[in-house]
Nanobody, 117 residues
């Protein structure tokens, strides 16, 4: 059974950094893409980025490219989203998702990130 549990969400100021973690069970990272997806208040889901199952590449949405980094530790079954230079528009609920863009199969419960001065 797949289980994804996000943590690390917080209230931060613009320009700050924040690291989100996702503890995964029931998943072998080498067999699947993993992604982060977010939802801003009152808006739809937005793909943040994905990491390949062979770990040879990461892909990001235009709004976060150059500021966010996805990584994983297969030995700890943990997916990480490092977020730098945070902006108010990065505010939202962040979800850890099994699968690549548009091929999502399992979701975590989400963690809230609020960027505000």
């Amino acid at each position: 059974q797949v289980r994804l549990v996000e943590s690390g969400g917080s209230l931060v100021q613009p320009g700050d950094s924040l690291r989100l973690s996702c503890a995964a069970t029931g998943i072998t990272f080498t067999t699947t893409y993993m992604s982060w997806v977010r939802q801003a208040p009152g808006k739809g889901l937005e793909w943040v980025g994905s990491i390949r199952k062979d770990e040879r590449g990461t892909y990001y949405g235009e709004s976060v490219k150059g500021r966010f980094t996805i990584s994983r530790d297969a030995t700890k079954s943990t997916l990480t989203l490092q977020m730098n230079s945070l902006k108010s528009e990065d505010t939202g609920v962040y979800y850890c998702v099994k699968g690549g863009i548009s091929t999502y199969t399992d979701w975590g419960q989400g963690t809230q990130v609020t960027v505000s001065s």
